[in-house]
């Protein structure tokens, strides 16, 4: 089970930072991704993190901007926003499964949680 938190309206050149807690033992042997899905649109990936911490990899859209992070203790994965845009107002999820950009691939998902930017 994946419990999103974090979401909140911010202005443009902002930061948030959004967390994604697992449980059980199997959320670390787990890749964790993120995603986002705007209105109107399909599920878009946003970054991902492996199980062992050492290899990410993000979207063109968002690199230089977001962080991925995990605290294995804390069975969380964390991705840090900052210089946030209008565009990237989405509802944001994370899920769990293997180390990949697809969503059709990710096993386990959280609820979302939304992240609105104003300009």
């Known amino acids: 089970q994946l419990q999103a938190s974090g979401g909140g309206m911010v202005q443009a050149g902002g930061s948030l930072r959004l967390s994604c807690a697992g449980s059980?033992?199997?959320?670390?042997?787990?890749?964790v991704g993120w995603f986002h899905q705007g209105p109107g649109k399909e599920r878009e990936f946003v970054a991902a993190i492996n199980w062992s911490a050492d290899s990410t990899y993000y979207a063109d859209s968002v690199k230089g901007r977001f962080t991925i992070s995990r605290d294995a203790a804390k069975n969380t994965v964390y991705l840090q926003m900052n210089s946030l845009k209008p565009e990237d107002t989405a509802i944001y999820y994370c899920?769990?499964?293997?180390?990949?950009?697809?969503?059709?691939?990710?096993?386990?998902w959280g609820q979302g949680t939304q992240v609105t930017v104003s300009s």
């Open positions: 059980g033992r199997t959320f670390s042997y787990y890749a």
């Open positions: 899920a769990a499964g293997p180390y990949d950009r697809a969503p059709g691939r990710y096993v386990y």
